[in-house]
């Protein structure tokens, strides 16, 4: 039986003869239904209609994204450590191209997921590498719709996955809403791989939280504090958001705690100046 993958936010289900009535995740109001209406895709046409694009991002960091689009568009991000690789956040598609070339970078130890908006084809990802864990934060667990012994449910604040890598649950966009901290990242400078937890802004020098990007639904003070608490103990010079190019390339801590500032003063009541 197929794996529908929902057009809209990539998630794929687990096995039905039809495609499921509607999406869990696009339901939520952190998402919306396509403006055609709830719309379905297998991953072979996906493999027919689409390839991966794979590219350099930083040093020992490659970007893997999906073109033409599809979804939510995000790239997922292999990391090169020596103790093993990392693809951190997912993309629904997945072929043999793409497990060829993770391969000849020293393939993939563990998957880690920021959040359900990138959980997409997971499933597939996993098998592909050879059954690796996928590292996922419990506190999001109900919004897991293809269940796999593959899961592994982490709790808590932080989880060091590899030497170096560490999972750092931030909470705001979702309860287990994730980010991964690099140490030998950024050139031994430290690097954050920020999904849309930490949102890097056009601008690639600041960045942004919200509870809903696409339904402009912002988080409140408390939320973006405990953001701005979690990261503070780690050190990182580089921050990589959820698309090819949307990094903050240097001063990354300075760039967040700055945001973090600039937010709560936004929503306060007082005048910017
Ligand atoms: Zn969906
Ligand atoms: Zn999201």
Redesign the pocket.
Known sequence: MPHFICCTCGTQYGDSAAPPRDCLICSDERQYIGWSGQTWITLDRLRAEHHNRIVPEGSGLTGIGTEPKFAIGQRALHVRTPGGGILWDCISLIDDTTTERIRSMGGVTAIAIS?P?YYSSMIEWSRALGDVPVYLHEADSPWVVRHDRAIVFWAGETREILPGVTLIRCGG?FPGATVLHWDAGAHGLGALLSG?VIMVGQDRRTAGFMHS?PNYIPLGAAAVRAIGEAVEAFEFEQVYGAWFGQNILEAGKQAVRYSVRRYLLAISDRERS
């Open positions: 959040h908006h966009h849309d990007y």
